[in-house]
Each structure stands twice: as structure tokens, then as C-alpha cells.
């Protein structure tokens, strides 16, 4: 009974237009009156708890810190060291997005972000150098989605604190994933463009290569600062976030010397625009991650899964499916904060490392940016691309499946995500 209170007042709250976050409080709520113990302290002070959380503070960092790398030169120089690179192969503009989504991916971890930067870039040149405008826009979209697996994940971080599980190794556990990602990408690329006759750039020497890796390696050396830094016990999540933000500052102002003082002002008012966003959704969805607690609503799917309990695969298999289904509808953050205290539980029950299940399902999430109507990064692609969504659709089905096949294999193979964690986290 609780549970069907819960999903329909939530369905119906959404339908109507209501906020995601509105729509979290309404449903505890709901859940609340159902049990007859409607408090409005309780929801007061889990709201206040949702957002009083110190791994959270990471986001507003990472946010910030992404903003400032866009406005300080560092995108546009990433391009550069990846034309430079394979520029001069057959559709090599496409590898080029390929190897900057992954690039960016270490700088900013947001997908929407990162599919605006590299879309504004890309997309007109690709278009100009003969390539289809609507298999370009799918392909920067495709690629975007790697931001949220590789480290720093915003993601990662909301599922971290939501599910009690080490941010530092689902870090650790999207490295390999991401970069399985972005080679089923290349396939899939390669075999598009194969037989095409499209405009490739003159061979860099390797003076310009060198050039090129000069001006982008302060760039190329944050990620590697984080996931160091982490894994060597420097600093948290959190931490790391405050010196992205330092990074950022200082490579802007003073070495690309491309970010002035007086846009620090917009961009500060940018990013807690964002910030407020994700902070508001996370303390609302605590409220609802209490009640469904108290409300008993992961046993009561337990016992629907009852039949599958025993075998993690079949297991594993059902609710990603469930994932992949509700991603069509609702958007990565909502689904993380929604599906997370359901879903913990069971997994905790089969046996399943929480850590590796926090890689496949934020995979999962970020297929279902690629899937109307919600789809946000699908949606941006079409902005920056200047095409409508059924074109973009043409264009990013074999990417979107791409993804699909990588996802089984993490399902079929826990080895590929869960050897590297024990490798990497080795003291």
C-alpha cells in the first residue's frame, strides 16, 4: 500500500509540472498522512539535514570549478591538443570529440556541460568539413554522457552520500568504465565513417603536436591532481573540489591569463544558480529517503524480486532495466536521489558490492540523457547543434546502443570495474 501511495502521488505530482523536488515532498507527505504520523518537524529537520552534509559540499566546488575552466581558455585548447592528435584521420574530427569528452570528462563532470562546450566547438566545424549535421550532434551527445562516469563525477557524489558509500572509490571505479565508453565510441565511429569522403586536416609534425600538448598540459594534469590526490589520502572529495577551484582560478588569471576579475562575478552567480538546483533536490529527496525507509517500501519490493534474490546477475539484469525505463521519464539527479535508498537495501541483501553497483547505475542514468522526451542532453545536443529531435534521434541510436552493450558487459564482467578499485586503492 505504501508503496503504491508513494510512486502514484509522485507520477501524478510529475505529470502535473510540479518540480522534481516539490513533487519528492509532496510524495513523503503523502506517505506521511497514508501512515498517520504526519509531522512537520520531521519534515523540517530532514530537509535541513539533506543539504547540512559535508561530501556535498563538493558540487557547488566542482560546479564552480567547471565554469571557471570554460571561461579561462581551457576547452578550446583541449580541442586543439586532440586535433593535433588524429585531426588528420579519415572523419578525425570525430575522434577528436571522442578524445576531448573524455578530457573534459576529468575537468568538469557534468554531461550537460560538457556536450555545451565541445557541441559549440565541434559541431559547426564538423559540418563545414562535409560531415551530416545530425550524426555529428548524436555523436557529441553520445560522448557527452562520459562526464558523469569519469572522475570528478557530480553524480558520483550525490550517489556517494544518498547510498553511504566511499565517493573516492566509485571515483576509482569510473575510470575503466569511462574509458571502455569512449573506445565503443571510436568502434562505432570508425564504422560509420568508413567509406565517406570527408574534408581531414593537414599531419601535425611533431613540433606542433608538442606545441599543442604544452598549452593544454595544465588541463590535462587536474584530473590527474584529483584522482592522486584522492588516492593518496592528500584530500576528500570535498577537498579536491576546493582545489579544482584554486586550479582553475590560477591557470585562468594567470597562466592562460584569458579569465578576467570582472567575469568572476558572473560566474560566481552562475554556478550557485546551479548549485541551488542540485542542493534543493538533494535535501527534498532525503525527506522521502526517510519515509521510505520508515515505510518498509525496499522490503516490500524485495519480495517482488523475491524470485531473482539468489542470482545477482538475473538480479542485476532486472533492475537495470527498471533504470533504463525510468530514465526515459525522469532526469539523472532526480533518479539518483529517487531510486537510491529503494534500491540500496536489496542490493545490500543479494550481496552485491555497493561500490560497483554505483558504477552500473550511473552508467544507466546517464543513458537515459540520451533518451526523449527528457533526455537533457539529448535536448542540449539539438540546441548546440541547431537541429530538431528527431534528426538528433537518427543520429545518436548506434551510440546510444553502444552504451547499452558496454552496460551488460559491466553487468556480465564485475571484474572490469571491481579489479581496478582494488588495484588502484592498494595502499
Known amino acids: 500500500m505504501t508503496l503504491t501511495v508513494f510512486i502514484v502521488t509522485l507520477l501524478v505530482a510529475m505529470a502535473l509540472g510540479i518540480p522534481i523536488a516539490y513533487a519528492l515532498l509532496i510524495s513523503g507527505v503523502a506517505l506521511m498522512f497514508s501512515m498517520d504520523n504526519f509531522d512537520s518537524q520531521i519534515v523540517a529537520q530532514n530537509l535541513i539535514n ?22 579561462g581558455g581551457i576547452s578550446k585548447r583541449i580541442v586543439a591538443f586532440a586535433m593535433s592528435l588524429v585531426g588528420h584521420i579519415r572523419g578525425g574530427l570525430g575522434y577528436v570529440a571522442i578524445i576531448g569528452s573524455v578530457l573534459f570528462a576529468g575537468l568538469s563532470g557534468s554531461a550537460v556541460a560538457d556536450t555545451a562546450a565541445l557541441g559549440a566547438i565541434l559541431i559547426p566545424m564538423m559540418v563545414k568539413a562535409g560531415y551530416d549535421r545530425n550524426r555529428s550532434t548524436g555523436l557529441i551527445a ?12 557530480i553524480p558520483m557524489i550525490i550517489f556517494g552520500v544518498t547510498a553511504n558509500v566511499s565517493i573516492t572509490k566509485l571515483f576509482l571505479g569510473g575510470i575503466v568504465p569511462g574509458i571502455l565508453m569512449a573506445i565503443g565510441l571510436a568502434i562505432v565511429w570508425w564504422w ?28 590535462l ?29 590560477i591557470v585562468g588569471l594567470v597562466i592562460y591569463r584569458e579569465l578576467k576579475i570582472s567575469q568572476l562575478y558572473e560566474i560566481l552567480v552562475s554556478a550557485a544558480k546551479t548549485t541551488s538546483v542540485v542542493m534543493f533536490l538533494a535535501a527534498a529527496a532525503m525527506v522521502s529517503a526517510w519515509l521510505i525507509t520508515v515505510a518498509n517500501i525496499p522490503a516490500e ?6 524470485p531473482v534474490m539468489d542470482n545477482p546477475f538475473l538480479l542485476l539484469v532486472m533492475i537495470n532495466l527498471l533504470v533504463l525505463l525510468v530514465g526515459t521519464a525522469v532526469d539523472l539527479t532526480p ?5 537510491t535508498p529503494v534500491l540500496m537495501p536489496i542490493i545490500q541483501q543479494a550481496g552485491i558490492d555497493p561500490v560497483y553497483f554505483g558504477i552500473l547505475f550511473i552508467i544507466n542514468n546517464c543513458i537515459g540523457l540520451l533518451t526523449p522526451p527528457v533526455g537533457t542532453v539529448l535536448n542540449t545536443a539539438c540546441g548546440v547543434g541547431k537541429t530538431d529531435m528527431e534528426g538528433v534521434m537518427k543520429g ?24 581496478p578499485i582494488e588495484f588502484l586503492d592498494k595502499k
Not at 593518496?232 to 576546493?242: H, K, L
Open 50 to 71: 539533506g543539504a547540512d552534509n559535508f561530501p556535498l559540499m563538493a558540487i557547488p566546488f566542482f560546479i564552480l570549478a567547471g565554469e571557471l575552466m570554460n571561461a
Open 142 to 153: 553520445g560522448s557527452g554522457i562520459i562526464a558523469p562516469v569519469i572522475p570528478p563525477s
Open 192 to 219: 560509420l565513417v568508413r567509406n565517406e569522403k570527408l574534408e581531414v586536416y593537414e599531419r601535425k609534425s611533431l613540433k606542433e603536436i608538442a606545441k599543442t600538448t604544452v598549452q593544454a598540459i595544465w588541463a
Open 221 to 249: 594534469l587536474l584530473p590527474v591532481l584529483i584522482v592522486v590526490g584522492m588516492r593518496g589520502g592528500v584530500f576528500t572529495p570535498t577537498e579536491a573540489a576546493v582545489v579544482a577551484v584554486f586550479y582553475a582560478l
Open 301 to 306: 519490493i524485495t519480495s517482488l524480486l523475491g
Open 335 to 339: 533518479t539518483i536521489l529517487i531510486l
Open 396 to 419: 545518436v541510436w548506434p551510440f546510444l546502443l553502444i552504451h547499452c552493450v558496454i552496460l551488460f558487459l559491466l553487468i556480465l564482467f564485475p571484474e572490469i570495474v571491481t579489479v
